[in-house]
């Protein structure tokens, strides 16, 4: 696992993060497996059990490693990456990458529209009715996000959960109602998972999560569809790409 160079102005536990990170990867140390004790990095290094510990904490916090009670510290798998740039359909965008995979809808109704829906799509109408979609989005068999959806019952009045099962709503709304998504505004915040949420996407409750609030719009502005998506951070990470004005 390399040296430390004492004399430096790297501190020492910031030098055992990139030994740890070079490791694996060089794959010396693969997903799944044990790393030394602490004790046992505390000697080879000569530090301190607590400069090894805030390495590992650290690694730990930033999902590169894992612990288990009573068992030891092991590699974790690497996070699978989202963009958050491009404006594509989950399932394209994961196809893309190489990734499997899955959706369950666990919710598909028609319903009225709510005073806090009416501002955020823009409807005047009292009575409008909207479309809700609630959905598990999977990831090569593991839950990745929970993701709800509004959309006007006007520009889609004949979808049904049926016409959605297994195919993407973008694909959907373009090819059998001739509406093409062009961009989206959209926020990120940590929350806390809730218990039901935690069950879904088999975490723990009061986990940390991102809470990505969307809104899509087509032509002449007009806002096609709003969308609330709980996101997992334990084992994926969110890209944003910057171009050059």
Known sequence: MGILT???VIPLYYQIIENIKNVIRDEELKPGDTI????DLSKKYGVS???V?????????EGILY????????VAEPKKQQELFYLKSFTEEMKE???????????FKIENVTFELREKLKIDSKIERIIKIKRIRNVENEPFAIETA?????????????KLEGESLYSILEREYKLKPLYARQSINPI???KKEANLLKIRSGELALLFNRKTYIENNEIIEYTETINRTDKYSYEVILKHK
């Open 49 to 51: 059990r607590m400069t």
């Open 192 to 194: 806390k998972v809730k």
């Open 67 to 74: 612990r288990e009670k009573g068992k030891g510290t092991f």
């Open 97 to 107: 990458k190489g990734f499997s995979t899955s959706t369950e809808i666990l919710e």
């Open 150 to 162: 509004w959309i006007p019952l006007k520009y889609c009045p004949d979808l049904t959960k049926e």
């Open 36 to 39: 030394p004790s602490e004790r």
């Open 53 to 61: 510990n805030k390495a590992i904490s650290t690694l730990v916090d």
């Open 6 to 8: 004492k004399n430096s």
